[in-house]
């Protein structure tokens, strides 16, 4: 046990690297999990080996807490289900892209970390680059036997289900798909809600009376997207002409940018992207020329801060806590859980970049009021 003892004694202020399987790795992160507590987290990082490679993981670990749990560091090791009793685990298989997309998996990974801090669960997850395929990852988790594994985007669920009804006795969860299997619970969101309040803004905002949309890949999912943005758009100004476009990629940066440069030739000034990573090309593009962006998924100012007027906010982070305690309440179930703007899971950013006369705002929110109201129907 010296490689944990050297850890605990490194945690005075600096940072410690330790060289630890894959396994041990885990056996510590859950004790670091199930020790938490409310002090400020000094760091650890840890490097696990993956065959010939090197992965680092960064750990916020209480130092209060190893302190109390330090006497019986050595059986706990020793005997990992000691440290895991009696847990709750959810485990997450990201969406293609992976974190750092600054959208849908970043977003999933905030629900993970609500969870984690705030509640009495433990988090895991898989990447696309790392499993190689959907498939082996469910495969994966669903082997660990953790409370749910959870799949998150629609190009997933016919894997999900592959993996599902081998394990009929463990609980899934897809978000953004609907499946019929008794042990998949669905979440899905009203994104043609938030789409409206979308387009309706770059109604307001635009001075050519043209505005664009770029999906990542034509879908029923995505084309929620844009039969909002248009019934929005349209709601403010009835003559708008709105350019539709799809990259068939949500990889794709620079796709983005060139479905972009397309549309602004066209005399779009305003341009929204449901797009994953392919649309931060389109609000980078818009930003070089002058124009102005809406971002999805999450706020994402960050990525054109001269740009951005707003983000469609799809609250992913929500749907995880909601799986998390639907599952924690009721247990093994399917159904579908539909979550919209009155849920608080959709919702716009605040406006920026854009200059809203008090009667523009007025009429935004009065557009929103609709939506609550259930006076709008974009289905």
Not at 22 to 40: A, D, G, M, V, Y
Not at 290 to 307: C, E, F, H, L, R
Request: hydrophobic share 40%; with cysteine.
């Amino acid at each position: 046990m010296s490689q944990l003892e050297n850890c605990i004694r490194g945690l005075h202020g600096r940072s410690v690297a330790l060289n630890l399987t894959n396994r041990r790795f885990k056996t510590i992160l859950n004790l670091i999990f199930r020790l938490r507590s409310q002090t400020t987290l000094p760091i650890i990082q840890c490097r696990t080996g993956r065959g010939s490679g090197k992965m680092s993981k960064r750990i916020g670990l209480s130092l209060l807490a190893l302190t109390v749990g330090l006497a019986g560091c050595g059986s706990v090791i020793d005997d990992p289900q000691q440290a895991v009793k009696e847990r709750r685990e959810m485990a997450v298989v990201l969406s293609d892209v992976g974190l750092g997309d600054q959208s849908f998996s970043d977003a999933a990974m905030s629900g993970m970390s609500l969870l984690r801090e705030k509640e009495d669960w433990f988090i895991d997850y898989r990447e696309l680059n790392e499993t190689k395929s959907y498939e082996v990852a469910f495969a994966t988790l669903a082997k660990q036997k953790p409370t749910v594994v959870v799949g998150l985007g629609f190009m997933g669920q016919a894997d999900l289900e592959k993996v599902a009804k081998q394990y009929p006795k463990q609980q899934f969860a897809l978000i953004d798909a609907v499946s019929e299997l008794p042990n998949v619970l669905s979440v899905t969101f009203k994104e043609d809600e938030g789409s409206y309040l979308a387009g309706a803004a770059a109604a307001i905002q635009s001075e050519s009376e043209t505005i664009g949309f770029i999906g990542g890949m034509k879908s029923p999912l995505i084309e929620k997207f844009e039969k909002g943005y248009k019934a929005g758009a349209t709601a403010v100004n009835p003559d708008i002409r709105v350019l539709v476009d799809y990259a068939e990629d949500f990889a794709a940066p620079d796709k983005g940018r060139q479905l972009a440069d397309a549309q602004m030739k066209k005399k779009a000034d305003v341009l929204y992207a449901a797009a994953g990573l392919t649309g931060s090309g389109v609000l980078e593009a818009a930003e070089a020329n002058g124009k102005k962006a809406i971002g999805v998924d999450s706020d994402q100012t960050t990525i054109a801060p001269d740009a951005v007027m707003t983000s469609m906010l799809k609250q992913v982070d929500l749907a995880i806590t909601k799986i998390g305690d639907t599952v924690k309440a009721s247990g093994l179930q399917s159904g579908q859980i539909v979550l919209g703007v009155k849920d608080g899971a959709i919702q716009l950013a605040p406006i920026r970049n854009a200059n809203f006369t008090p009667k523009e705002l007025q009429q935004l929110e009065q557009l929103k009021q609709d939506v609550l109201e259930g006076k709008v129907d974009v289905q």
